[in-house]
């Protein structure tokens, strides 16, 4: 197995266990994945800091209820040992305002390696 393989299937690993966590709706379960000086990039509004989207992710889990959150066609067009850029697409079901709602877009996330392990430094969703 090549370093370049071995590195993709670590961060497909990553990523799934990333999205495994946000469909737990349990935001202690969503913060280890990202870094303190993270910036998000939401429709709604843009957030710097782990505590701003912290409060963002919270604020989802409350709108969208039952939301199951899933990454497709992950692409890695920057892949190094410690910075890697994914591309995917998402799609999302949940329960809106007592509605079954669902939607669909395109996501990039950087991730670092920092401490031994990887760390979503940027996500930017758009649908």
């Known amino acids: 197995?090549?370093?370049?393989?071995s590195l993709e299937s670590e961060l497909a690993l990553f990523m799934g266990e990333y999205e495994r966590a946000n469909n737990s709706h349990d935001i202690e379960r969503v913060v280890p994945f990202i870094a303190e000086d993270a910036t998000y990039w939401f429709t709604d509004g843009s957030y710097q800091g782990i505590d701003e989207i912290r409060s963002a992710i919270e604020r989802t889990f409350a709108k969208i209820l039952d939301e199951t959150?899933?990454?497709r066609e992950l692409e890695w067009?920057?892949?190094t040992a410690d910075i890697a850029v994914c591309r995917y697409r998402f799609a999302w079901t949940g329960v809106v305002d007592g509605e079954a709602r669902s939607g669909q877009g395109r996501g990039t996330n950087v991730l670092v390696r920092r401490d031994g392990g990887w760390r979503l430094l940027h996500e930017h969703l758009s649908s």
């Not at 197995?1 to 393989?5: G, I, N, W």
């Open 1 to 5: 197995m090549t370093h370049q393989v």
């Open 77 to 79: 067009p920057v892949l």
């Open 69 to 71: 959150y899933e990454f």
